[in-house]
């Protein structure tokens, strides 16, 4: 059973508008979700964070924001840009474990 | 300055033989972790060190896996008898905490190992 679910494989957006990528997940003991980007042939790279409690974070172009309610968390990226094409996943930990639950990821291509 | 660093990048294994993954660590960082990526999957927890202790190792699939950190700095995964199910990227992770607050746990990874067993 996945903890960390994010639902679109995949997404396509033009070069300025608004990424949206979701993430969902259902052990209520997470209390600390992170977003990496993850290029091919390289480890993925820290992006942002968020904790339990706070319901949003921004960070430039990146925010994450946090909806415990419905466990439910998204990362905007606005403008978007080419170089932004990227696989991302998102992560959670909690539960007195410092070991980190990732999605399958979201494959992003940003068309010039 | 340096990040993790990983070695080999890549290996290749015939089944049945033994390999030993190594990582290099962001220096100073306490928390070590390895995870394993299937092609098309998240990262897959495996084990986790805090200095030289090995506090977790509920993800280690079956006991051909062993990890150590004798030192507290660099670490490395040994697969015995590899299977071709242990075809995968193997990566790792370094963390400040506990050293560092809770709410900056963010680890930080190497560049993996990809492991092919034929």
């Known amino acids: 059973d996945q903890q960390v679910k994010q639902n679109s494989p995949s997404l396509s957006v033009q070069e300025g508008r608004i990424s949206i990528l979701n993430c969902d997940y259902t052990n209520s003991m997470f209390d600390y979700f992170l977003w990496y980007k993850k290029y091919p042939a390289e480890g993925p790279t820290f992006l942002i964070s968020i904790s339990s409690i706070k319901d949003k974070n921004e960070d430039g172009r990146f925010t994450v924001f946090l909806n415990k309610s419905a466990k439910h968390l998204s990362l905007h990226i606005v403008p978007s840009q080419p170089g932004d094409s990227a696989v991302y996943f998102c992560a959670a930990s909690g539960g007195g474990s410092e070991k980190l639950v990732f999605g399958k990821g979201t494959k992003l291509t940003v068309n010039p | 300055g340096a990040g993790v660093s990983q070695s080999p990048r890549y290996k290749v294994a015939k089944r049945g033989q033994d390999v030993a993954l190594r990582c290099d660590p962001i220096?100073?960082?306490?928390?070590l972790f390895w995870y394993q990526q299937a092609l098309g999957q998240g990262p897959e927890f495996l084990t986790y060190?805090?200095?030289?202790?090995?506090?977790?190792k509920s993800g280690l699939p079956s006991d051909r896996f062993f990890a150590e950190r004798p030192e507290g700095s660099v670490s490395t995964l040994k697969i015995q008898r590899t299977q071709q199910e242990d075809s995968a990227v193997y990566l790792c992770?370094?963390?400040?905490?506990?050293?560092?607050?809770?709410?900056?746990?963010?680890?930080?990874f190497g560049p993996g190992t990809r492991l092919t067993v034929l």
């Open positions: 060190f805090q200095n030289e202790a090995q506090l977790d």
């Open positions: 220096s100073g960082h306490v928390s």
């Open positions: 992770a370094s963390s400040s905490y506990p050293v560092s607050p809770r709410s900056y746990n963010e680890q930080f």
